[in-house]
Nanobody, 117 residues
Framework: QVELVESGGGLVQPGGSLTLACAGP????????MGWYRQAPGKQRELVAT?????YSEYALSVKGRFLISRDKNTVNLQMNSLQPEDTAVYYC?????????????WGQGTQVTVSA
């Protein structure tokens, strides 16, 4: 079992910024995909950003230009800028090998992000 641990969530005002971090064992970062998902109350979990082992990254349209996913040693970070109330959700870190479909693989326990005045 691979353990992923998220941190950095919290309460922020609209327009503010937060940086989430996902820490795991060293071998987790040999996985092909590392990503961040989020789930708002009453909604399905959605993919926010993906970091691919080659260094390429992809973003959901709703966060493109505001969020930045990056890798630093044994963490994968999600820098979130210009946060809006609709970004409020539990954010989950995910890791999966190349052959595992999106939405599956290893998960962290989640960290709450609340954007509110």
């Amino acid at each position: 079992q691979v353990e992923l641990v998220e941190s950095g969530g919290g309460l922020v005002q609209p327009g503010g910024s937060l940086t989430l971090a996902c820490a795991g064992p060293g071998n987790i970062f040999h996985m092909h995909y590392m990503g961040w998902y989020r789930q708002a109350p009453g909604k399905q979990r959605e993919l926010v950003a993906t970091y691919i082992r080659s260094g390429y990254s992809e973003y959901a349209l709703s966060v493109k230009g505001r969020f930045l996913i990056s890798r630093d040693k044994n963490t994968v970070n999600l820098q979130m800028n210009s946060l809006q109330p609709e970004d409020t959700a539990v954010y989950y870190c995910n890791a999966r090998p190349l052959e595992v479909p999106s939405g599956q693989g290893y998960w962290g326990q989640g960290t709450q992000v609340t954007v509110s005045a």
